[in-house]
């Protein structure tokens, strides 16, 4: 097999693993990276992800996984969703599918942290605090100018670049979005009661809220999106405010809650790039697609867009095999918003008709074994 030379641009979590991989593989890898190497701290981080199988999967082939704290790990092993709205509620567990739990939750910097040494150890070199000033794709080869003027020249440019992704636009590869309106407001927070592994979500009218279980049995990680409007007013209160309007919103599920770090907010919108894949570019991870964090699947839909691409480049990659890569992972990509626009539209609403037919549709779905099963797998992101 004749190796590459692969230029990506972004070292978060999916730019990193991509780059692992392919240097595995044997090619040479060159990362551009605005930021400097993310550094984690002592106190839990406000990002977190929950992991899918096949994302840990991944992360164990490369060697990453082992190298986690495991202290800064909470795997999850069963979810329980409710309406807060209506008496509908579906409770689901790792053993009802013969796993032994459903995913982990992972601090976003202590896995980019992990993953920038791996690269870097096994030989891929990052460009850190170097931005891209322009690129150019033709169909033998690639090559970009970093703006303090370096040049660079390669086979294959790869687009990590996140959601507002520059070499995406400066592609004009053409993007579908719209802005859910919400806010997601993330916290650590304090519980009385233990989590005991279990990843809970109510819906409310204005958007869900997650308590997303931490390695601390009395910690949970918060995910509260909510409508623009309700959540500037959510973060304009002061501490003691907001936490009183959680504890009313968390139907007493964890006890008294208490805030245990600073308060973030991130502006919610659906989009996907039309186009992943433009001779020898290819886009990547949230740089071509983007989703509502209610299922917790934004990156592990990049994970997935890596273990494909990555079977790609363990053969000679060709346009035809790069182009079967882009149909599959739009496909995956298009089915989960999908599946998120009906979520959010079927809970957003306070129509009476709607809320009783989701009470019922939980009902049902938590009485019906294949029903359930069915959640269960699309819960695990498979
Ligand atoms: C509130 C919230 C909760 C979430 N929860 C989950 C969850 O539970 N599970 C899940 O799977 N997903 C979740 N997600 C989604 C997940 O966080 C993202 O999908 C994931 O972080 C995307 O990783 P990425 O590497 O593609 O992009 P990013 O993490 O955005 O990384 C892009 C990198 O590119 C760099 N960069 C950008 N522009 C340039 C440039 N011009 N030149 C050089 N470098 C550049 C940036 O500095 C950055 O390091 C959540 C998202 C939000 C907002």
Redesign the pocket.
Known sequence: MNHQKIII???????LSMALGLRQQGHQVDV????SRPEYGQEPEL?????AHHSRDLLQQLGVWQQLPSQRLGPYTAMDVWDHDSFGRIEFAANEVNADDLGAIVE?RVLEQVLWDAALQAGVTIHAGE??AEHNVTEQQVSIRLVNGQKFYGDYLIA????RS?IRERARLPLSFWDYQQT?I?AVINTELPHQGIARQVFLPSGPIAWLPLNNPHQVSL?WSADTELAEQLQALDDKAFMQRLQAASDSCLGQLQLASQRAG?P?RMQYAQRWLQQRLMVI???AH?IH?LA?????L?FGDVIDLLQVFANQPSHKSLRAWERQRKAAAVTMITAMEAFKHGFGSANPLLKLARGVGFQVANNTKPLKRMLVKAALGE
């Open positions: 641009v972004g070292a978060g979590m999916i730019g551009i990276e605005r930021g990002r977190v992800s929950a992991l976003n931005a891209v990590a670049d996140g959601n520059t997601g993330v995910v991130f919610l991870g949230d740089a983007s964090p917790g699947q934004g990156a592990n990049g």
